[in-house]
């Protein structure tokens, strides 16, 4: 079973979560730029983490056989600080680097007139690269947050094929059922979805369109969640070739579009014997 993980923050995790992956058939991930729980205090601290983000981390899952993409963007819940919105003006830079294969996450958190500023900018910005776009929804107020991005994302003209909108449950899902957006879905405990939540929404929604992620973290998170929603998809008369859809070709689907989601063949060898082969993405044709 191959398994790719479109929404996690291994920035967070540890080289035990990058063996445990590979073993339960994690072979590729994007890790969209995120709050990492201490606020920053300039724009000089993103680009540290973008950097990161482009050559540390893809050289650290490479150690385990791990394919690492990823997504660039201020964040929600940092547009709202002054001292961070500068880094808006450095993100064409960043957005032109292969393995950056979307612009994510942004939307909303607090729902405010800065995060709707920094959104509809970086939802340009998504569209002049021709790049797919990662929407954050609110953990309050989800269903008026998810709505509210459908709105700006109809009002920006991006292509909504290029957009997918994360964080979904039961209640925000039927919103965006039918717009061409992407429906994503966070497995993860306590706050968000769990595995037998995900079958149910995939038995009335379908296996088209959807995106199915572990968002983990620093907090109370696992990132094996998608190998359990893969064993409860199965479990609940799914096919394999269903499984393969949910956790690999639709995340392949979706950042292929970027032009820049080039997945070599990785050989299937214990994670120590894994060697960094150097950059594995290049440009291509859409």
């Known amino acids: 079973m191959r398994i790719f993980d479109p929404h996690i923050h291994m920035t967070s995790r540890t080289t035990d979560d990058y063996r445990a992956m590979h073993a339960a058939g994690v072979r590729a991930l994007v890790e969209p730029a995120f709050w990492l729980g201490q606020p920053r205090t300039s724009a000089a601290s993103f680009r540290d983490y973008f950097d990161a983000l482009l050559g540390w981390e893809p050289y650290r ?59 509809t900018a970086q939802l340009a910005l998504a569209r002049e690269h021709g790049l797919p776009a990662l929407v954050h929804t609110p953990h309050r107020d989800k269903a008026v947050g998810t709505s509210r991005a459908l709105e700006l994302v109809r009002a920006d003209g991006i292509d909504p094929a290029m957009v997918a909108i994360d964080h979904l449950n039961e209640i925000t899902a039927p919103l965006v059922a039918g717009t061409g957006c992407w429906m994503g879905f966070s497995i993860y405990p306590d706050t968000k979805m769990d595995p037998d939540r995900m079958v149910r929404i995939l038995q009335e929604h379908g296996t088209a369109r959807v995106l199915v992620n572990s968002a983990a973290d620093w907090g109370h998170s696992d990132p094996l969640l998608t190998r359990s929603t893969a064993a409860a998809m199965l479990a609940a008369g799914f096919s394999e070739g269903d499984v393969e859809q949910v956790l690999w070709r639709n995340p392949v689907e979706f950042y292929g579009q970027s032009g820049r989601l080039v997945l070599e063949p990785a050989p299937d060898r214990p994670a120590e014997d894994a060697v960094f082969a150097g950059n594995s993405v290049r440009r291509g044709g859409r």
Do not use: W
């Open 61 to 119: 899952a490479a150690q385990y056989g791990i394919q690492h993409f990823c997504a660039i963007a201020l964040n929600p819940k940092e547009a709202n600080d002054p001292r961070c919105t500068p880094i808006l003006d450095d993100l064409p830079r960043y957005l032109v680097k292969d393995r950056v294969v979307a612009v994510g996450e942004i939307g909303f958190d607090a729902m405010t007139d800065s995060e709707e500023r920094a959104f």
